[in-house]
């Protein structure tokens, strides 16, 4: 649940790095909430409430996937890959479980290396 806060956190930071354990965590978290909500919203009869949820945490959710591409030394733009369909969705899933590159690049220091606590 921390990283999923230490996400909300970070709420439009594009700049930096994420770890995959912060970016698969965070997307865990997306999902058991976003089911939740839904069920909530039919249960009380009001079923956009998940596009709410959606909506409301779509800033977060870039900026956490732009911070895990900077992460594989890769720009933020190939978020874009996505659009194309299922090509795209396979190379972002390949880019997004790629290891952090080692050692500091472009976009900052490793997370991997900086204490967590710094």
Not at 25 to 41: D, H, K, P, R, S
Not at 55 to 77: E, Y
Request: proline residues 6%.
């Amino acid at each position: 649940m921390n990283w999923f806060i230490e996400v909300l956190k970070k709420y439009a930071v594009f700049s930096g790095r994420a770890r995959r354990k912060e970016y698969w965590m965070f997307t865990l978290f997306y999902l058991i909430f976003e089911i939740v909500f839904m069920a909530v919203g039919y249960a009380i009869d009001f079923p956009a409430l998940v596009g709410v949820f959606v909506v409301a945490l779509l800033l977060p959710s870039l900026a956490v996937a732009v911070r895990r591409l900077h992460d594989t030394d890769r720009s933020g733009w190939w978020i874009l890959i996505g659009i194309v369909p299922l090509v795209g969705f396979i190379v972002m899933l390949v880019f997004l479980c790629s290891d952090t590159q080692p050692g500091a690049n472009k976009y900052g220091p490793s997370p991997k290396e900086v204490p967590a606590h710094a």
